[in-house]
């Protein structure tokens, strides 16, 4: 969308409006970022913005009028436009205990978490409204609190955390006072709402620099309120294969993977069971079973943070299968049996083979060289794909019915076990897969059991 939208919607609310774009929307104008929402305030109240712009023919939905906000749809796109407001009292750290509407708008503008997105731009023309010196940040890279940060941070234990996020989608740094009054704002921080909490970590690991964000979480404390499992990474060194230890060797995967909320998860989570796991045997670091434990963990730490269910099972199967790697060594079957347990999990060879690349590259040993062996590995694992082996039971040419009747049984627990026993022998030998030769093999085999 572009700016002539708004024009139409500040003539249909006429004069005395004021509206203004506000927020995220205009720190990523003067950014020059694309922005999601356009977010839009005015003087007038939310019944009167809907009566304005109704009159004019345009389609308003009511979507938040206790908190003065009516969407207006401006070419099919939604925008919203929220009343002037100041915050109540905040008592629990969270939300504001009310709000109230029909304020100024530097009242209004006052109310918000850093100077970066406490700006407002006129949309019929017009100077930038910027009491916070907003843009000298924005030049400046810095996220600072507007007002006092202790106070801030005081109001509502999200902002902490959004600083660090901002941090990491921005390329900024946070400001010294603000981040000073991180680690004196934990308790409020530790109240907020996992689903909140989610939503915040899950924009800052997308982020361009989500390293950038993770280190900040390190250095306030946040990261032990809502990661504390990931503590233990700081500092835990590793082994020849490795040229940083286990926490820099995380943001750099992280920052390696492709900006998609599962790998990235998967990248902040995959070593996470190190730690626990590590011993030191003849002056050599081992971390033996740390796969599993790294599972354990992870599946506990996005329960916790009320991570939807496809992004739980995404990171487990990527978490799952990153310590097996296919090497020239391996044999065909080998080969098929790593695709079908990819499959299995419902993980594709692309996808593991992204996760594999970012886990490697952040490894820092032999770069060029990984590339070149891992370019030539995915070409055979390719190939063995584009010849698509039987990799589960129901690719069998057997089904089950077929082998009741064979092994004249009904159905039980013997049945499947032959499959089992059938698709091994087929991942070893997939031109054995044809009834014919699958019947003979299943007469000799359920004998046995
Ligand atoms: P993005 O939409 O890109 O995540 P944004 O800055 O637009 O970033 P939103 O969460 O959409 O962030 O909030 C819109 C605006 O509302 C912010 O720019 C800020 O001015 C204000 N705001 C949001 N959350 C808070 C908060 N917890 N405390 C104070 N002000 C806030
Ligand atoms: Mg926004």
């Known amino acids: 969308m572009t700016w002539a939208p708004l024009l139409r919607l500040q003539s249909a609310l006429g004069g005395g409006a004021e509206l203004v774009l506000v927020g995220g929307a205009v720190r990523d104008e003067l950014l020059g970022r694309p922005h999601a929402d356009w977010d839009l305030a005015s003087r007038l109240l939310p019944e009167e913005v809907m009566k304005r712009a109704r009159a004019a023919g345009l389609r308003v939905i009511p979507t938040g009028l206790q908190h003065g906000t009516v969407t207006v749809l401006l070419d099919e796109q939604p925008v919203e436009v929220t009343t002037f407001r100041s915050d109540g009292d905040y008592l629990d ?47 400046a890279k810095v996220i600072r609190a507007v007002g006092d940060p202790l106070q801030r941070f005081a109001e509502d234990g999200l902002r902490p955390l959004r600083a660090c996020r901002f941090a990491a989608q921005l390329g900024f740094e946070v400001d010294a006072a603000t981040l000073a009054a991180i680690p004196q704002r934990l308790e409020v921080a ?22 950038r964000g993770l280190a900040l979480l390190a250095e306030s404390g946040l990261l032990d309120l809502w990661l504390p499992e990931l503590r233990p990474m700081l500092g835990c ?11 820099e060797h995380t943001l750099r995967v992280v920052a390696a993977a492709p900006a998609d909320a599962g790998l990235r998860w998967a990248a902040l989570l995959h070593d996470v069971g190190k730690p626990g796991t590590r011993s030191v045997v003849e002056g050599h670091t081992h971390f033996y079973g740390h796969e599993a434990r790294s599972l354990e963990l992870t599946e506990a730490i996005l329960e916790r943070l009320k991570a939807s269910q496809a992004l739980r099972k995404d990171v487990v199967s990527l ?24 499959a299995g999990d419902g993980l594709s060879l692309a996808r593991w083979s992204a996760f594999s690349l970012a886990d490697q590259q ?6 060029e060289g990984h590339q070149r062996a891992h370019g030539a590995l995915m070409q055979r694992l390719e190939a063995l794909v584009a010849q698509a082996p039987p990799l589960n039971v129901k690719a069998l040419a057997l089904d089950g019915s077929a082998l009741m009747k064979l092994a004249g049984r009904p159905g039980g627990p013997w049945l499947g076990e032959l499959q089992r026993r059938l698709l091994e022998a087929v991942l070893d030998e997939p031109e054995i897969n044809t009834a014919e030769r699958l019947s003979d093999l299943a007469v000799r085999l359920v004998v046995k059991i």
């Open 237 to 247: 060194a590793q082994n020849r294969h490795h040229a940083y230890d286990v926490w």
């Open 190 to 211: 530790r109240k907020v709402a996992a689903e909140r909490v989610f939503t915040e970590l899950d924009k800052l690991l997308r982020a361009a620099e989500p390293q």
């Open 93 to 139: 750290g969270r939300r504001p205990e009310s709000v109230r509407l029909g304020v100024s708008l530097a009242e209004d503008l006052s109310r918000r978490d850093f100077t970066i997105n406490a700006m407002a731009l006129p949309v019929e023309g017009g100077d930038l409204v910027d009491p916070f010196d907003g843009r000298a940040d924005l030049v």
């Open 362 to 367: 952040g490894k820092g040993m032999d770069w």
């Open 319 to 342: 978490v799952k299968h990153h310590g097996v790697y296919p090497t020239e060594a391996w044999g065909d079957a080998a080969c098929r049996r790593f695709l079908a347990k990819l």
